[in-house]
């Protein structure tokens, strides 16, 4: 083709070299861009205002959205996206706009209707009033916040935050609208217990036991499990008893009938003696637990991260199922229950959600593979009567049945 | 695309995450050290490579004085081309021999990026991945989550220290990869100095923007293939006051200066090219060692200069800086027919 000098393939023309360069720069910008986004799992959840039933949602565009159930549409948003950041009668009357961050923890219901909710990267903690017109700041933690919110009887709100701890805050502390806060000042702030062995991104749980007390007992990604005294005397939680797990444990605790249930990334799935931080029986799976279990009529279901999910006995671990179920991609959504209590509704990662039945481990139904949905999904589904509401990272939320799937959030 | 990640995923990146998780393991659980271990275990593998690029800069710089006979001799792009491509065949030369290393290691400079990030696991997200990326064996699978701290860094965030001797290793290789060129003019020349600067600033901005743990990684292959043109070019022939230079680091070969005593010219890129017109035939570029007249011509502006001033040519590159201005000008008067 080309009667021009023959030249190597390597050849470049001088002029052009430092071309080369901006290449090389723009394809490792290309393949190192980040993927880190924490776009957040909190799971959506359904709460009563009045009369009216609230679908209480983390978007994609970061904020909080009340939604009604029926017509799907926005009844409130927070931070509100129209008032450039602010949020109208908000409290105290922060000089500053209210920041758009992801949202890990899910709503929180405190006394007074109000809704306690965690944004992720700064660590704060707004107790927002649930018919949406006002919000007040808690907390500002200045940690990341992975981890669930607990909320004990007296009213005290436990925020656990990835590396600063835990902060135990009384909600209930009026502020003054007219005092704005100065920088540091925690006003509902009981108490601050930081001494872990690693980051937090499991979910605490509360307990109560003869031996002491109230505890408060947080797993730690260093493989401990912390069981704390909540009760502040001496100014700060105490240690009641630890429990050391062969890996990091990520899962979310939960507690019934004086144990407490929670996955490894050892692979096992234990059940521990809350009174003594004993190991009642371990489980173990060909993969990692990252889950909150569900436990009801003395059986613990949990999904696992080799996509299979679990049936055991509560008291001694043994399985309920011939075998467990296998049907899906990893499971990091908690198992939801129909209204009948016959099926398990569960979600993996790739957006499929399975019914299963609930004695045998069979699974009922799947929704088909051509309805696929987009993105990933690590929150727990919503089961709201005979409706099903799975939510992606990107904060998409849908309503899912056996034969159909649709977008319920935000509106086309 | 799905089957070129699949094949990038398989080769690349599932291999260096668990064999980082194993060494991190063996080496008290620090990620910092594990990736040390692992660049120093990745540079030995590839070590041919390395010396193929230290070789391929000692040729490039023994090589100088007949590329500059064939640049000065050759007025005719291709012809000049064609020529220069004998040259390297005949001393077996290959000019990817330096971009070869760089080319090898970008595939794992961007599944190193990968790894540290899902193994460090920054957000939830990220290390959620991971556990299906995982060999199954328990001293794996129960290692995660991994320290992300090193000393004082965070693995898994960019360090402005590290970035700055990143940028600063990377210009000293660059110095000791740099031969005097066959600069044929100042644009060229300007292209040659500006590489120089630009690979480490380049450098230095991406550690900006990428977890430091792989700053860690390209800092101790900076390193690595510092002190392996040291051992391989001998401690005599390292000139480190020409760091901060435009000057090459490395004292030209023995060979290098044989020719270039030998072969007319004052040091391995000066020629002017009246000296090359009269010194060589036409159509025949001329052999250094062969150049008599043009070689004692030189010797006497050697010791012309050396009574004014310097004593050795390579200690001299301010005046040859200069010298070399006039010689451009009188080479590009010459590459014009119509000047002659």
Known sequence: MSSGPSRPWFHVKRRHRLLVLPLLAGTLALACQSFDTADGWASPQVFEVGERELIIHATGEDSIVAIDPGTGESVWEFPDPDSDGRFPGLLPDIDEKVDADSFYAEPLLLAGEELAVATHKRGRVYALRLDGTSARLLIETGSEIVSELNLDAAGVLYVTTATAGVFAIDPALPLDPEKPLSAGEQPGLLWQYNAFDGTIWGSPALADTETHGQILLVPTLGGTLYALRTDPAGGTARVAWTFEADAGIGGDAVVADGRLFIGSFDRHLYAIDVESGAELWRHRSSDWFWTEVLVTDGTVYAGDLNGYVWALDAATGAPRWDAPYAGGDDFRAKPGLTADGAMLIVVDRDGFTHAIDRESGSGVWVQPRETQLPDLFYANPLVLGSEIFVANEAGELFRVSEDAVELFYPPD | ?340
């Not at chain 2, 990038?8 to 393991?25: G, H, R, V, Y």
């Not at chain 2, 991945?129 to 898994?156: H, K, M, V």
């Not at chain 2, 360090?159 to 000791?176: M, N, P, R, Y």
């Open chain 2, 1 to 340: 695309m799905e089957t070129i990640e699949l094949i990038f995923d398989t080769i690349l990146i599932d291999p260096i995450m668990n064999a980082l998780i194993i060494l991190a393991s063996a080496l008290f659980g620090s990620y910092g050290l594990a990736i040390i271990a692992f660049t120093l275990i990745a540079r030995f593998v590839t070590y041919p490579l390395v010396l193929r690029q230290l070789r391929t800069t000692r040729a490039m710089q023994e090589m100088q004085p007949r590329l500059q006979e064939i640049q000065k001799k050759y007025k005719d792009p291709r012809r000049r081309q064609q020529e220069m491509m004998k040259l390297y065949r005949e001393v077996g030369f290959n000019p990817l021999g330096c971009a070869l290393p760089l080319l090898v290691q970008l595939p794992i400079w961007i599944a190193l990026y990968q790894v540290i990030r899902q193994s460090l696991g920054t957000t939830p997200e990220s290390l959620f991945g991971l556990s299906g990326r995982l060999y199954d064996w328990t001293y794996i699978t129960e290692a995660p989550p991994l320290d992300r701290n090193f000393l004082t860094l965070d693995l898994a965030n960019p360090s402005f220290i590290l970035a700055i001797l990143v940028a600063v290793g990377t210009f000293v290789q660059q110095k000791l990869s740099t031969t005097r060129s066959v600069a044929k003019d100042d644009r060229q020349a300007s292209v040659n100095r500006t590489m120089i600067w630009i690979l480490p600033i380049m450098f230095g901005f991406f550690s900006l923007q990428v977890p430091s743990g792989l700053s860690l990684y390209w800092f101790v292959t900076t390193l690595f293939t510092i002190v392996a043109a040291y051992i391989y070019n001998g401690p005599e022939n390292f000139r480190w006051r020409q760091l901060f230079t435009m000057e090459p680091m490395l004292a030209p070969s023995t060979a290098a200066r044989a020719a270039a005593d030998g072969g007319g010219s004052r040091s391995s890129n000066e020629h002017t090219a009246s000296e090359d017109e009269k010194a060589a035939e036409p159509g025949e570029p001329a052999k250094p060692q062969a150049q008599e007249a043009p070689a004692r011509r030189s010797r006497r502006r050697r010791r012309r200069r050396r009574r004014r001033g310097g004593n050795r040519p390579w200690e001299q590159g301010e005046n040859r800086a200069a010298g070399d201005g006039n010689s451009r000008s009188s080479s590009g008067a010459s590459d014009d027919p119509s000047a002659q």
